[in-house]
């Protein structure tokens, strides 16, 4: 069997340890593992601190690990040299979330979406390197001339096809996308959207895609990652996730999320303030805001497993197995204590 384009194994950030960095201090990000097929949407989803640009950086090689392998294609990144890593670089790229502050507003446009081929390729000619950024603006829906221009000239939808344009320079595999169209209006979202579609069906480009909009994931992704604390939570196709949730954290984001039919849906619970003990990491992190925690959930941290009855999906929860017997049982949040 080929190896999957993009594979995390036990992918963790600590943070503030001292010198080093390798225990002690805040963990961004704890032992994640997923693999993103080629030529698939993969989101990954939750709170603002979970670690999801965290994760982002990580896999776009612009932070190291203080554990795990990051491998593409089944080459470890982060076990390159630095003249390695650079040529590798040419197979996965990036897309920030401003697309204001994403582009150097004293560059022309043709400018930006070359950089990335004058990094990591110089060897072309000038002449390669124009026909090449008038094709890939054509490909995202701008036009050839658009290169002449400054950033400030364009719309905020049109600066993030720019940057998309940047990422798809160097012909990627696998496009990084961290919360790219959040700063959009929605009908600017929609467009990026389909873009984002449209590139991997026509070029075979794989996104990791990192939002906190849960109706983005659903639109879009393949698969989906819920994060909480550092940690995976829950992971499957998207929309069996979204239609029958196996974690208590996932079942809380769906019902936070606006819904069209609320009129005629049963009024959701209301979700409990923000508390957690991530200094302590014993345990399930999510315990303080679950109304199925028992004191296994205190001293034993539940690692992400396969649910037999469900292929495909990998759930961080002793209670999965009873989530899974009976989705639509699950009591009210619990109240916080002072």
């Known amino acids: 069997m080929t190896a999957p384009l993009l594979e995390l194994r036990n992918l963790s950030r600590h943070y503030g340890g001292g010198l080093t960095g390798k225990a002690g201090g805040q963990r961004a990000l704890d032992a994640v593992s997923l693999t993103v097929e ?12 979970c670690g999801k640009s965290t994760l982002a950086r990580l896999v776009a090689a612009l932070d190291t690990p ?52 004058h990094v990591l390729d110089p060897r072309p000619s000038k002449a390669a390197r124009e026909a090449r950024v008038a094709e890939v603006l054509e490909s995202v829906g701008l036009r050839a001339g658009d290169a002449a221009r400054f950033p400030h000239e364009f719309s905020g939808g049109q600066r993030q096809r720019i940057a998309i344009a940047r990422a798809l320079v160097t012909g990627p595999k696998l496009v990084v996308a961290d ?22 069906e026509r070029d075979g480009v794989a996104f990791l895609f990192i939002t906190h909009n849960l109706g983005v994931v659903d639109a879009i992704c393949d698969r989906v990652g819920v994060m909480y604390l550092g940690r995976l939570v829950e992971t499957g ?29 049963p009024p959701p619970r209301r979700p409990a303030p923000f508390a957690g003990d991530p200094a302590t990491w014993q345990g399930c992190a999510f315990r303080p ?50």
């Open 289 to 338: 805001r679950c109304p199925l925690a028992t004191e296994r959930c205190r001293a034993e941290t539940p690692l992400p497993r396969d649910l037999p009855s469900l292929p495909g999906r990998f759930v961080a929860c002793h209670h999965a197995e009873a989530m899974a017997a009976e989705p639509h049982r699950l009591p009210p949040a619990k109240a916080q204590k002072p």
């Open 179 to 200: 919360e790219a169209v959040s700063a959009l209006d929605l009908s600017v979202q929609a467009q990026v959207l389909n873009l984002v579609l449209d590139l991997r």
């Open 38 to 49: 080629r030529a698939s949407i993969f989101g990954i989803v939750g709170e603002s601190g």
């Open 237 to 265: 196709p998207a929309a069996e996730a979204f239609e029958r949730p196996l974690h208590p954290y996932t079942r809380l984001l769906l019902e936070a999320e606006p819904r069209l039919d609320a009129a005629q849906m």
């Open 66 to 117: 203080t554990q795990g392998e990051v491998l593409l294609e089944g080459e470890d990144l982060f076990a390159l040299n630095a003249r390695a890593l650079a040529r590798r670089r040419r197979d996965f790229q990036m897309v920030f979330q401003d697309p204001y502050g994403s582009l150097d507003p004293r560059q022309r446009v043709g400018r930006i979406v070359a950089e990335p081929l």
